[in-house]
C-alpha cells in the first residue's frame, strides 16, 4: 500500500470531493455533540438528574473525544484518512442510536463517552486528507470550509432538536442523526481516496519525538486549550442556562445559538481566506480573534433577555470560531505534512482537554452563584489567557505552492 508522505503541489480537481467528504463527516460529528446541549434539560427530567450534574454527561463525551484525538492522529498517520474517517463515524452513530435507548444517568454517561471515543477521529483524518490534496498557499481557504463544519452542526442541532423533542421526545434525536452519522460514513469509505502523486513507501507507525520536543506545538495545544474552553463551554451551557437562569423557551434559546452558529459559518472561511491573502502571521490574527471572543462572552453574559441575546449572538458567533481555523492551519506549518495526522490529532486531543473540564466546573459556579453572568465570566477567562499563548508561538512563514520540509516545520519559529 502507499503512503502519502508529503503534501500535494498540484490543484487537482478532486482535492473538492475531498473537502466536502471531510466536511461532511465533521459536521455530523458535530451534530451529533451539539444534540446534547439542546437535548440536556429534556435528558435531565427523564433520567432524573440535576441541572448542576449535567455537566458530567458532556465531560463524559469529551473524555471519550480527548481519548480519539490522541490515539486518532497517530492511526490517521498509520492507516489513512479513509479508514479512519469512514470506521470511526460509523461507530460513533451507533453510539448515538445506543444514548437514545438510555434509561439510567450511569449508562447514558457511558454511551456519551463512547460517541466521543469514536466522534473525534473525523478531524485529524480531515486535516490529513486536507494537507495532502491542497497545496500550502491554499490550505487557509480549505481548513476554512472544513472548520465551519462544528458550526453548522451547532445551527442544525439547535434548529432540529427542539421540534424533533417537541414532536417525539429527545430520544428521536440521537436516533435521526446516529443514522444520518452511518450513511456519510459508508460515503466517506467509498470515495475518499489518496493524492495520485504519493510516495510509494511500506505504512508504519509514525515517530512522534519530533513533535513532543516542538515547543511552539506544545504553545499552540495549551491556547488551543484556552480557546476552546470558551467555545464549548458556550455550547454545552449556553441553552440550559438561558432556560434555567433567564426563564427562556427551549425552542427560543435554540433560535439564539442558530444565530451564533450562522455568524460563525460565514466567519470562517473568510477568516481562512483573510490568512492566505493578507500579510499577517496567521498568530497574530487568531490573538486578536481570541481577545474579541473574550469580550464577547462578557458582553453575552451581561445581557437580561431574548432582544440581548438577539443582537449579540452573531458578534459572539463570528469570533467563538474565527480563531480555530488559523491554528488548525497552523498545524501542518509548525509539524510538517508527513505528521499532520499525529499532529493534529495530539493538538486538538489538548484542546478538547478544555472542553472536558468546562462543563462541570461551570456547573459549579452556577449552581454556587445562580449567577447567569459571572459563568460567562467564567468562560471568558479562557480565550484571554489563550491570546497570551499563541502569541508566543514563533510561526514558520508557509511556502505557496510546496510542502513544508520536515526540518522546517521542526523548527518552527521564524
Not at 492507516?79 to 479512519?84: A, E, F, H, N, Y
Not at 504553545?219 to 480557546?227: D, E, K, P, S
Not at 455568524?263 to 481577545?291: E, H
Not at 509539524?335 to 478538547?352: D, Y
Amino acid at each position: 500500500m502507499s503512503q502519502f508522505v508529503e503534501s500535494t503541489t498540484e490543484r487537482h480537481g478532486y482535492r473538492w470531493v475531498i473537502l466536502i467528504l471531510a466536511w461532511l463527516a465533521f459536521t455530523m460529528t458535530a451534530v451529533d455533540r451539539s444534540t446534547w446541549g439542546p437535548a440536556s434539560v429534556s435528558v435531565a427530567d427523564h433520567l432524573g438528574v440535576s441541572l448542576g450534574a449535567l455537566g458530567v454527561f458532556a465531560t463524559g463525551y469529551y473524555i471519550g473525544y480527548v481519548i480519539s484525538n490522541a490515539a486518532g492522529g497517530l492511526l490517521t498517520d498509520w492507516l489513512g484518512p479513509r479508514v479512519m474517517m469512514g470506521s470511526s463515524l460509523f461507530l460513533a452513530g451507533g453510539f448515538m442510536l445506543l444514548f437514545g435507548q438510555a434509561e439510567s444517568a450511569a449508562v447514558g454517561i457511558a454511551f456519551q463517552a463512547g460517541i466521543g471515543i469514536f466522534a473525534g477521529c473525523d478531524y485529524s483524518a480531515g486535516v490529513k486528507a486536507i494537507t495532502q490534496w491542497f497545496p500550502a498557499s491554499d490550505r487557509g481557504f480549505a481548513m476554512g470550509v472544513f472548520m465551519t463544519a462544528t458550526s453548522l452542526g451547532v445551527v442544525i442541532a439547535n434548529a432540529v432538536v427542539p421540534r424533533l423533542i417537541e414532536a417525539s421526545g429527545w430520544q428521536a434525536s440521537y436516533r435521526f442523526f446516529g443514522m444520518a452519522s452511518m450513511v456519510v460514513a459508508v460515503l466517506c469509505l467509498v470515495f475518499i481516496r489518496e493524492a495520485t502523486n504519493t510516495t510509494s513507501t511500506r505504512r508504519q507507525v509514525p515517530d512522534l519525538r519530533q513533535l513532543s520536543s516542538n515547543r511552539d506545538l506544545w504553545l499552540l495545544g495549551l491556547g488551543g486549550f484556552c480557546a476552546l474552553w470558551g467555545t464549548y463551554g458556550f455550547i454545552t451551557w449556553s441553552n440550559a442556562l438561558m432556560i434555567k437562569g433567564s426563564d427562556i423557551s427551549p425552542v427560543k434559546a435554540g433560535g439564539v445559538v442558530v444565530i451564533f452558529g450562522i455568524a460563525a459559518i460565514a466567519a470562517k472561511p473568510v477568516v481562512g481566506v483573510l490568512s492566505d491573502i493578507l500579510d499577517m502571521q496567521r498568530k497574530t490574527l487568531a490573538t486578536i480573534m481570541l481577545i474579541a471572543f473574550s469580550a464577547s462572552l462578557i458582553l453575552f453574559g451581561l445581557q437580561d433577555g431574548l432582544t440581548g441575546f438577539y443582537w449579540v449572538a452573531p458578534l459572539l458567533g463570528v469570533f467563538a470560531y474565527a480563531y480555530s481555523p488559523l491554528l488548525v492551519a497552523l498545524i501542518p506549518q509548525l509539524a510538517g505534512a508527513r505528521l499532520a495526522g499525529s499532529a493534529a490529532g495530539a493538538t486538538n486531543a489538548f484542546w478538547q482537554l478544555g472542553s472536558a473540564a468546562v462543563p462541570v466546573v461551570l456547573g459549579m459556579v452556577f449552581a454556587q452563584t445562580q449567577s447567569f453572568f459571572w459563568a460567562f465570566a467564567t468562560l471568558a477567562v479562557g480565550p484571554l489567557l489563550g491570546a497570551v499563548l499563541i502569541s508566543r508561538v514563533r510561526e514558520t512563514a508557509p511556502n505557496p505552492g510546496t510542502a513544508l520540509t520536515e526540518s522546517t516545520a521542526t523548527a518552527g519559529r521564524n
